[in-house]
T-cell receptor, first 114, second 113 residues
Framework: SAVISQKPSRDICQRGTSLTIQCQVD?????MFWYRQQPGQSLTLIAT?????????ESGFVIDKFPISRPNLTFSTLTVSNMSPEDSSIYLC???????????FGPGTRLTVT | AQSVSQHNHHVILSEAASLELGCNYS??????LFWYVQYPGQHLQLLLK??????LVKGIKGFEAEFIKSKFSFNLRKPSVQWSDTAEYFC???????????FGTGTRLKVLA
């Protein structure tokens, strides 16, 4: 399994600002994922981030709102842009287990937008 | 579109009671199935998984789950729960050959000591 850290662990931001969340993995991984967990709801996949290519976004999520970088095989960032209170959520990154399909999750970033 | 349903949103049990959490999915093809657990203040951890073979899979901490293809179900069970099992449990499904998870809405389990 992989050990994943995220920064920041939580933040309170003003409406209209942007926040960049970092995800660091202790081993090289091909695929990284970003999820959102809104209050009282389940996890929803935002995008898949592969090193060396553009992120693939799920329906309802766009690059202008959630730009993602994947500069190497152990690191990724997700930016939440022009935030509104509806963006208040927990944001999680995850990585795959390699040849198997399980995913390993980071601790999450709890974002509150006021 | 694929979906995953967890019918029990909140479950309260006394210690030593038996547990069964339901998970149903809607997808007609081959699937991979997972149960994840999130203990208070901790991150999501894989509890068990099913890819193929024996439909009864055993995971960590005494949990098991049974894949019933005809019912599109993957219910989680534990014969005797402990106070430390208090957590939120998520069922997740991927189509075979993909990494894209579809999560259920989660079940909050509270075990009373």
């Amino acid at each position: 399994s992989a050990v994943i850290s995220q920064k920041p662990s939580r933040d309170i931001c003003q409406r209209g600002t942007s926040l960049t969340i970092q995800c660091q993995v202790d081993s090289q991984v091909t695929m990284m994922f970003w999820y959102r967990q809104q209050p009282g709801q389940s996890l929803t996949l935002i995008a898949t981030a592969n090193q060396g290519s553009e992120a693939t976004y799920e329906s309802g999520f766009v690059i202008d709102k959630f730009p993602i970088s994947r500069p190497n095989l152990t690191f990724s960032t997700l930016t939440v842009s022009n935030m509104s209170p509806e963006d208040s959520s927990i944001y999680l990154c995850s990585v795959t287990g390699g040849v198997t399909y399980e995913q390993y999750f980071g601790p999450g970033t709890r974002l509150t937008v006021t | 579109a694929q979906s995953v349903s967890q019918h029990n949103h909140h479950v309260i049990l006394s210690e030593a009671a038996s547990l069964e959490l339901g998970c149903n999915y809607s997808y007609g093809g081959t699937v991979n199935l997972f149960w994840y657990v999130q203990y208070p203040g901790q991150h999501l951890q894989l509890l068990l998984k099913y890819f193929s073979g024996d439909p009864l899979v055993k995971g960590i901490k005494g949990f098991e789950a049974e894949f019933i293809k005809s019912k599109f179900s993957f219910n989680l069970r534990k014969p005797s729960v402990q106070w430390s099992d208090t957590a939120e449990y998520f069922c997740a499904v991927t189509s075979s050959g993909t990494y894209k998870y579809i999560f259920g809405t989660g079940t909050r389990l509270k075990v009373l000591a």
